[in-house]
């Protein structure tokens, strides 16, 4: 059974949406996008490449699929150490509304999304890697479906924009397994699965 790990970039307040670029998502009207660019580094592009020599698979969520598919399979340098992972690799998109998918080694997984994704991981070995795809990501934590989170805190607060953890979240516990950061401020924090959150009072 495959594991489902989330790489995902946040602001401090929380926001997701478009770290990569301003046009990269305007949606909601959202006028703040490309705020990581600052904040890429040596540091930054080692722990991404760390975590794209490990992947069997990549699942996607519609929007991050297309945003993708618009500019990865360009990247045609065999020493590219995620272009050459993303395009070759198996990858899977949630959709109800893709037609097809041109990409190769793309196939478009229909119907209930937490079904489909349960079912992918019963069937894929090793390590299945999410990439924003904030809206599906939600989705999925909803049921207990991802187990590694690499969440990537960019020191930035924009106070607008789609948040991962929004009000109404399913209340989780992690446990930290990993924690570094970038010479210019980015925390880089791994968590895996932990149940359900408990509850007291200090000092009792």
Request: proline share 6%; aromatic share 10%.
């Amino acid at each position: 059974m495959a594991t489902l790990s989330l790489t995902q970039f946040l602001t401090l307040d929380g926001v997701y949406q478009a770290p990569g670029g301003p046009e990269e998502d305007p949606s909601g009207g959202f006028d703040r996008g490309g705020w990581v660019a600052p904040y890429v580094d040596e540091d930054f592009g080692g722990f991404i490449d760390e975590v794209f020599a490990r992947p069997a698979a990549f699942l996607l969520g519609r929007r991050t699929y297309d945003i993708f598919a618009s500019y990865w399979p360009r990247q045609t340098d065999p020493g590219d150490p995620v272009a050459s992972k993303l395009n070759a690799l198996p990858k899977y998109v949630v959709s109800t509304t893709l037609a097809s998918a041109d990409w190769p080694t793309t196939t478009v997984l229909r119907g209930d999304a937490a079904d489909a994704v349960a079912a992918l991981k019963e069937r894929v070995d090793g390590e299945i890697q999410m990439h924003g795809s904030g809206g599906l990501a939600q989705t999925l934590l909803a049921h207990d479906l991802i187990d590694r989170l690499h969440l990537l805190v960019f020191p930035v607060v924009l106070g607008a924009g789609r948040r991962l953890f929004r009000e109404g979240a399913t209340p989780s516990a992690f446990r930290l397994t990993d924690a570094r950061s970038t010479s210019v401020g980015v925390a880089i924090h791994t968590y895996e699965r932990a149940g359900r959150p408990e509850f007291g009072t200090i000092g009792e």
